[in-house]
Each structure stands twice: as structure tokens, then as C-alpha cells.
């Protein structure tokens, strides 16, 4: 199914994870594909290369989503190559699971540079340099409606984001842009499970209705959805994608 046909979308922190996986299942559906990444340049290739050999179209483009002059030269960049760009996502994120007493303020500042500032980035290039009717989903998380030890710098990161979301999408309306944050409950990443001990994923995997952890491919279906045409009266929404977690 071609939704997306001639429609070029620009993926942060593409290299791998969800990122990686929506990036290829966005080129699926038609579209044309930036992968952006910061320093996994490697697996960035690989991602593109994976998307041309199902017959897509992508690039890989560097840009650390924290600095703002590295954000507008990634817009330049893929607008420069391919033309425009339809559709925004922002998927670069890091978490980090400290007490709030035990978290210092690098753990603080890198977390809200990232996944705060990152997101306020590229919104600021996306006001003017994304294309009329376009479409932006932004990555918040289901964590942000959960009360969970450990969490609380990071979802405060990610409460930060869903306010930039519906204020945005307010603002840009006019140009028919629509703009939603999808909330991924426990998936199975690289993010997500390193470090933890097997009976904590086990234990969080047990608190959707399916009794299991999500799939990267679960949350890119969505995302392809959002992404489409048919998504277009959808703005302003926080939209979980957990299994009926929370």
C-alpha cells in the first residue's frame, strides 16, 4: 500500500529501535525517508540500505537534535536533496531511571536537552520550512501516565513534550499542518530493556491487556497511520499505543 506516496519524511534517531523500524516502514508505505542520527552512523547506513533493498528511497543525515544551528542544517539538508519535507518525526529520545534524590544535573540537563530542547528544535524549523499540509508526530510515552519510581526526570521531559505538541499544533494549524505525540507503553528495544533484570520486563510486559511487550512494528503501523492523509483531522492528541496499559 503506497499511503505515503510523495510524501518525504524526515525520522529523528532513526539509527535503530523504534526509530529504525519506523523509518522502514514508513519507506514501505511510499514515502521518502531521512534517517537522522547522531553518532550511530554505521547503523544509520544500514537502515538506508535495508529501505533501497526493498526498493525504497531514503538517506542518512547527522545532526545531533540538542543544537539548534546542527537542526536547521538537517532541514536544509533533506529539503536540499529531496525537494521539502512532508512530515516530521521525532522519535530522538534517551532515558535515563535514576530516584529523583539520585539524579544528578548532567542526568537532568542531557535528558532535557535531548528530549525537550531536541523536540523544540526542530519544531522552531519545521514552523517555516515544513511543507503546507504537512504532518509532525512528536514521542512521548505511557510512562507519563503512570506513577513509576525512577521515572520522574524523564517524564517530565516527556510531559514537556505532549504541552509543546498541543500549543503547536494550534499554532500551525493554519497552514494545515496537524500535530500529535504518540505514547509507546513497554516496547522491546535496545531502550527499554538494558539494564533491567528479566522479572522487571516480565512484570511490566504483564501490565497490558496482551500480556506482552510491544513491538517497534506495532508502534511504526501507527505512526505510518498518523503520518497519512487519512490522520489529517487528528491534531492536538496524545494517543497511547501500550495495549491498554494506561
Do not use: C
Request: overall charge neutral; cysteine-free.
Amino acid at each position: 500500500m503506497n499511503t505515503l506516496k510523495n510524501k518525504v519524511i524526515l525520522v529523528t534517531g532513526a539509527s535503530r529501535g523504534i526509530g529504525a523500524e519506523v523509518a522502514q516502514q514508513l519507506a514501505s508505505a511510499g514515502a521518502k525517508v531521512i534517517v537522522n542520527y547522531a553518532g550511530g552512523k554505521d547503523a544509520a547506513a544500514q537502515v538506508v540500505d535495508r529501505i533501497k533493498t526493498q526498493g525504497g528511497d531514503a538517506i542518512a543525515i547527522q545532526a545531533d537534535v540538542s543544537n539548534a544551528t546542527a537542526v536547521a542544517q538537517l532541514f536544509d539538508q533533506a529539503i536540499s536533496h529531496y525537494g521539502k519535507i512532508d512530515v516530521l518525526v521525532n522519535n530522538a529520545g534517551i532515558m535515563i531511571t535514576k530516584l529523583i534524590k539520585d539524579t544528578t544535573d548532567e542526568d537532568f540537563s542531557r535528558q532535557f536537552d535531548i528530549n525537550v530542547k531536541g523536540t523544540f528544535n526542530t519544531l522552531r524549523e519545521a514552523a517555516t520550512k515544513l511543507a503546507d499540509h504537512g504532518s509532525i508526530i512528536n514521542f512521548s510515552s505511557t510512562t507519563t501516565r503512570l506513577l513509576m519510581p525512577t521515572y520522574g526526570t524523564y517524564v517530565a521531559t516527556k510531559g514537556a513534550v505532549e504541552q509543546l505538541t498541543r500549543v503547536f499544533a494550534k499554532e500551525v494549524g493554519a497552514r494545515g499542518i496537524n500535530v500529535n505525540a504518540i505514547l509507546p507503553g513497554p516496547t522491546n528495544t535496545e531502550l527499554f530493556t538494558a539494564g533491567k533484570p528479566q522479572e522487571i520486563i516480565d512484570r511490566l510486559a504483564s501490565l497490558n491487556a496482551f500480556n506482552r511487550l510491544g513491538e517497534p512494528t506495532d508502534i511504526a503501523k501507527i505512526v505510518a497511520f498518523l503520518a497519512s492523509d487519512d490522520a489529517k483531522w487528528i491534531s492536538g492528541q496524545t494517543i497511547g499505543a501500550n495495549g491498554a496499559m494506561a
